[in-house]
């Protein structure tokens, strides 16, 4: 599974974005999708894990309420809606994909990665 994710670039703080995932090849129908998030000098960080319907969320502590992560299973794109943004979400974002229906918060549930988008939000 190759997965790419894009939609990176520059906003200002309380601002918003919208970052994608897509894959080579149908993933949707059984496995759950994620993005984490690794900023300069920091530890990877677990940031939104949908399932494989797309009926079931869970977020990191540090964006609930702001980012919405969506899939289309259809076209096979997870998105993640970020708005009211904050300079400490300044980042590389990573999308990845699970063998499971339901993903946890640990990146060693996601066996597949994409590159990453980058995307820096200025105060």
């Known amino acids: 599974v190759q997965l790419q994710a894009s939609g990176g670039g520059l906003v200002q703080a309380g601002g918003s974005l919208r970052l994608s995932c897509t894959a080579s090849r149908r993933t949707s129908s059984n496995n759950a999708v994620a993005w984490f998030r690794q900023a300069p000098k920091k530890e990877r960080e677990f940031v939104a894990t949908?399932?494989?319907?797309?009926?079931?969320?869970y977020y990191g502590d540090s964006v609930k309420g702001r980012f919405t992560i969506s899939r289309d299973r259809v076209k096979d794109i997870v998105a993640l809606q970020m708005n009211n943004l904050k300079p400490e979400d300044t980042a590389v974002y990573f999308c990845?994909?699970?063998?499971?229906?339901?993903?946890?918060?640990?990146?060693?549930?996601?066996?597949?990665w994409g590159q990453g988008t980058q995307f820096t939000v200025s105060s």
């Open positions: 990845a994909v699970s063998r499971r229906s339901y993903g946890g918060a640990q990146s060693n549930d996601y066996p597949y």
């Open positions: 949908i399932n494989w319907r797309g009926d079931s969320t």
